[in-house]
Nanobody, 122 residues
Framework: QVQLVESGGGLVQAGDSLRLSCEASGRTFKSGAMGWFRQAPGKEREFVAVWSGDTPFYGDSVKGRFTISADNAKNTVFLQMNSLKPEDTAVYYC?????????????????WGQGTQVTVSS
């Protein structure tokens, strides 16, 4: 069993920053991929960023604004979110899988956190 716990969401104004954290516990894998998807009301899940091996991958909508990092010793990933826009408003979910084949597809990930709400007002 793997548990993922997110933290750091909140209500901010456009242009502000937030830092999300996700800690994995239980049976985790050093070689796995860990990162973030998001889902806004009425929209499908969207790939945000994933840390796989020792390299980050980003969705097009957040490149240049968000940065993912990892503390492997603590099985934790972070998402630094800068220059936030109202369009970033969503529930952000931490995800983990041993070896996803398509990092940008939500159904590749076996483990999901409960999500943390990020709301950006204009």
């Amino acid at each position: 069993q793997v548990q993922l716990v997110e933290s750091g969401g909140g209500l901010v104004q456009a242009g502000d920053s937030l830092r999300l954290s996700c800690e994995a516990s239980g049976r985790t894998f050093k070689s796995g991929a860990m990162g973030w998807f998001r889902q806004a009301p009425g929209k499908e899940r969207e790939f945000v960023a994933v840390w796989s091996g020792d390299t980050p991958f980003y969705g097009d909508s957040v490149k240049g604004r968000f940065t993912i990092s990892a503390d492997n010793a603590k099985n934790t990933v972070f998402l630094q979110m800068n220059s936030l826009k109202p369009e970033d408003t969503a529930v952000y979910y931490c995800v983990l899988d041993r070896q996803p084949r398509r990092l940008w597809k939500s159904d590749e990930y076996a483990y999901w956190g409960q999500g943390t709400q990020v709301t950006v007002s204009s």
